[in-house]
């Protein structure tokens, strides 16, 4: 890569207009009070919808998925708590927080000490609204500043919740598109936090624009785009896809991606995938360096895609982890957050994971008996006997690497070079007739050094041309990324 996928010191006007167009979509779906069913999951589907093309499914009430069942649909009008003056104390439509997720509806009067086991507030932020749901259990609550909480006085209070619980659906969107291969690449985004800015209006901008972004780019894998409720929403989805699961070939669950925090890649439950060997590269690559974690059966959605039933090669970026920001499910996961900057390194790394997914290959060194002798092919640099540049360098080590077995990612790994360097000096290989793509069939199998497909590659290769059909396809696709026509971070 040019420069490094994630380091923007100073950032091209286009590039800093990609971060606030994520920024102003993040703000857009940060007012919308989404819970796992219901018409703000509805209308968070229909602004994304706008941006790229989306389908939306919806799950009936009741439907068995696996171990769960789909709710019934939950939607809200208006709550408040009344205090002894008729004041409202907590107001719905001041913060949707202000709200227990899922709080069946309410018409009483109570004193304030049988309202206060459903008055839930975080002591040690007293000015911060908690995030608290109730989706399986019938209950009602409020979320409070503490210190509105420890106002309330002595007295009776009306409780009215204008919510409603009944059969409906759960909706989830997907935006599917095709490319010239049936192998799949998923993306995954959760749909059901209400008023929360990095936790998730940050995942939902960044897979939008990186859907619209694939969408604009030549591309090998059809790639998969889901936008569902957390845990139930991903399990209609399996539940529905199961015959398509064979197909998905790498994928990642895409959150939290807009705060201050470094990039932390989750590695798969395989735990040696090759989205886990390309995002632990990523990050470790990113200005500043992110970091990367086993896997966990804690967290979003990789929950559920990684169960031992699916054992998808799935893994999740985000930039903090759930639960390791004080912000965290919190009033104070704010706009004030996320920034466009933030999220605009964010999407760039996804981009920079798509366009090496895409160009990655195997290759067959088609001299493998001793070194050849690049100097007649016009391969080295004019001078002689200085160590070797980046260029020659990255060469050495395709030629050295390239028995069918390990992929340019592989070679940029153990070289500690540049995975751009990699894939340039691979094309100056093939179009001097010295490296073959290994065919599809045996790259999948990973043949160490084999010989057939030593021979396969070589009858394929056309030596002569100055671009194999095949890298034609390849390692091309990685310039065409470099057009940016989209304007969404596509230059580097
Ligand atoms: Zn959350």
New binding site residues.
Partial sequence: MSADATAVGRPSADVADVGQALYAFATQLYPICRSITGNGVRQTLGLIGQRIELKRHEVASGTRVFDWEVPLEWNIDDACVLGPGGERVVDFRAHNLHIVSYSEPVQRELTLEQLRPHLYSLPAHPDWIP?RTSYYRRHWGFCMRDRALQALRPGRYQVQIDSSLAPGSLSYGECFIPGKSREEVLFFT?VC?PS?AN??TSGMAIASFLASWIGSQPRRYSYRFVFAP?TIGSLCWLSRNQQRLKNVRHGLVL?LLGDPGTLTYKRSRRGDCDIDQLLAYLVAAADPPGSVIDFEPYG?DERQLCSPGFNLPVGRLTRSV?DGYPQ??SSADDLSLISPGQLQRSLQLCQRAVEILESNRRFINLAPKGEPRLGKRGLYGAMGGRSPAEREHAMLWILNQSDGGASLLDIARRSRLDYTAIHNAADELINAGLLAPVPAAAGKRRTRASAAARTRAARTAKPTSGKSATSGKSAKSGKSAKSGKSGSGGKR
């Fill in positions: 995030y959760h936090h929360l936790d998730n957390g959150g979003y759930n965290y499910h």
